[in-house]
C-alpha cells in the first residue's frame, strides 16, 4: 500500500523524535533503583564524608539510595578501575578526586585511561591545604621558612599522606617554586603523618585543612600559609603561599564521574541533582566546617577542571621523578 505524501512525512517526522522522547522519559524517571557510589578512599576519610553527605542528599531528592561503596587501594585505581569496567547506565558511579588526575602520570601502566574512559558529571567540593610546621621550626612565615629551608638544604623533612598524594605534590610543587631542598618522608596516610610532625619527627607538611585545623587551634602546629589563591574564612590570619610564591596554588578537589557513554540525558540529570545537593543550607554548612567551598560545575566543565589538573600535577610527577609506593 502506498502511503499518501503528508501521511508518510507525519509518520517519518513522528519517528525520527522517538529517541528525543525516550531520552526524556529516561531522564525523569531515572533512577528507578539503587545507584552504587564508589570511593577509592577508606570510612572516615574526607572524600567518603563528603560522599555520604552529598549521597543522603542526592537520595532525599531523587527518591533512591545513593549506596556508598569504599574500594581504598592502589591509590584510589581499583575504584576507578571498577566504574570504567561497569555498565554505563548511571547505577554505577565513581567518586572523583585529585589522586585520579596525579594517577595519570603516577602509574606508567594502568589498565584504563581516566580522561577517555570516565565520563564527568559534575563538580563537588574544593578542599583547601595549609603548609604547617612543627612549633620547635624556626620559621613564623613563609620567607622564612625558605631562607631556613636554603640554609639547610637537604636537611629539613617535609611529612606527606603517601608518595603522590596530593599532599606529596602540593609540597613537591612548593620545593619547585621556592627553590627549595627537602628531604620528603611518605607515611601511609595523613594521621600517622601529623602525629609525627607534632611530636617532632618531621618539620613540614602540606595537609588538607580539614586534617589540620584542630592541631593548629590548640597550638600543637604553626600554619604559615594556606595554598589557596584566597584567604580562609576558617583561618582567616593565615596569609595564602602565593604571597610570597608568585603563582603557587594547590586544592583537593572532588567530583562525581560515570562511565564512558552513560547517556547524556543521565549525565545531566545527576547534574542537575548535584548542583541542587551542594546548594543545600545543610550541606553548605557541612562543606564550611571542612573548610571546604561548593564546587557547581556543568559537566563540560568539571572535564576541563580534571584535564588541568593531569596536566598540572602530570609536570610535578615528571620533574620530580615521583614513583607510587
Known amino acids: 500500500m502506498k502511503l499518501p505524501r503528508r501521511t508518510f ?3 517519518a517526522a513522528g519517528a525520527a523524535a522517538l529517541p528525543a522522547v525516550s531520552r526524556i522519559a529516561r531522564a525523569q524517571t531515572y533512577p528507578t533503583r539503587p545507584v552504587r557510589w564508589l570511593v577509592g578512599a577508606a570510612p572516615g576519610s ?3 564524608v563528603v560522599a555520604r553527605l552529598v549521597g543522603q542528599r542526592l537520595a532525599e531528592q531523587v527518591g533512591q539510595p545513593f549506596v556508598i561503596e569504599n574500594r581504598p587501594g592502589a591509590g584510589s585505581n581499583i ?3 571498577a566504574i570504567v569496567r561497569a555498565a554505563s547506565d548511571g547505577y554505577s558511579l565513581l567518586f572523583v578526586t585529585s589522586a585520579n588526575a596525579i594517577n595519570a602520570t603516577l602509574y606508567e601502566k594502568l589498565n584504563f585511561n581516566f580522561i577517555r574512559d570516565i565520563a564527568p558529571v559534575a563538580g563537588i567540593i574544593r578542599i583547601p591545604l595549609v603548609m604547617v610546621v612543627n612549633p ?3 620559621a613564623k612565615t613563609v620567607p622564612e621558612f625558605i631562607a631556613y629551608a636554603k640554609a639547610n638544604p637537604g636537611k ?3 611529612a606527606s599522606d603517601g608518595n603522590g598524594t596530593v599532599s606529596h605534590v602540593a609540597g613537591e610543587l612548593f620545593k619547585m617554586m621556592a627553590g627549595v631542598d627537602m628531604l620528603h618522608v611518605p607515611y601511609r596516610s595523613g594521621p600517622p603523618a601529623l602525629t609525627d610532625l607534632i611530636g617532632g619527627q618531621v618539620q613540614v607538611m602540606f595537609e588538607p585543612v580539614p586534617s589540620a585545623i584542630e592541631f593548629i587551634r590548640a597550638g600543637k602546629l604553626r600554619a604559615l600559609a594556606v595554598t589557596t589563591a584566597a584567604r580562609l574564612s576558617g583561618l582567616p590570619d593565615i596569609p595564602i603561599v602565593g604571597d610570597f610564591v608568585p603563582g ?4 583537593a578537589s572532588f567530583g562525581l564521574g560515570a562511565p564512558q557513554n552513560t547517556p547524556m540525558d543521565v549525565v545531566g540529570r545527576l547534574d ?3 548542583n541542587i545537593a551542594i546548594a543545600d543550607s545543610k550541606v553548605v554548612a557541612r562543606f564550611a566546617d571542612l573548610n571546604g567551598s561548593p564546587m557547581p560545575m556543568t559537566p563540560t566543565d568539571y572535564g576541563k577542571l580534571i584535564a588541568a589538573e593531569t596536566e598540572k600535577w602530570g609536570k610535578v610527577v615528571k620533574a620530580t621523578g615521583i614513583k607510587p609506593e
Open 9 to 11: 512525512l507525519h509518520l
Open 46 to 48: 574526607s572524600p567518603d
Open 79 to 81: 575504584a576507578a578501575e
Open 136 to 138: 620547635s621550626v624556626p
Open 156 to 158: 629539613v623533612t617535609m
Open 248 to 251: 603557587y596554588e594547590a586544592t
Open 272 to 274: 542537575k541533582e548535584t
